[in-house]
């Protein structure tokens, strides 16, 4: 069983940084991609980042050039930094994973992001 375990949220204010973590219980060296989703309260659970095995990223168009994914492969860890953070970033941030040769993908359990005006 592989186990997504995130980290890093919390309350910040409008314009500041936090940085998300989340741990692999798995290698990531064999990732098809892994990234972050996030979803608020009546609201779908929508792409924010991701990254391939190749390291090629994928941002929703409301976070370029705020956030930025990266992956230390030596830790099984996926980063989220967040930078100049906007109250309409609060909500639960998913991270997820995918790997070669499994045909299903992988959720944390979500943690918290809160942005104050």
């Known amino acids: 069983q592989v186990q997504l375990v995130e980290s890093g949220g919390g309350l910040v204010q409008a314009g500041g940084s936090l940085r998300l973590s989340c741990a692999a219980s798995?290698?990531?060296?064999?990732?098809?991609?892994m990234g972050w989703y996030r979803q608020a309260p009546g609201k779908q659970r929508d792409l924010v980042a991701a990254i391939t095995n190749a390291g090629v990223t994928n941002y929703a168009d409301s976070v370029k050039g705020r956030f930025t994914i990266s992956r230390d492969n030596a830790k099984n860890t996926v980063y989220l930094q967040m930078n100049n953070l906007k109250p309409e970033d609060t909500a639960v941030y998913y991270c997820n994973a995918r790997w070669y040769g499994i045909d299903v993908d992988y959720w944390g359990q979500g943690t918290q992001v809160t942005v104050s005006a």
């Open positions: 798995r290698n990531i060296f064999s990732i098809k991609a």
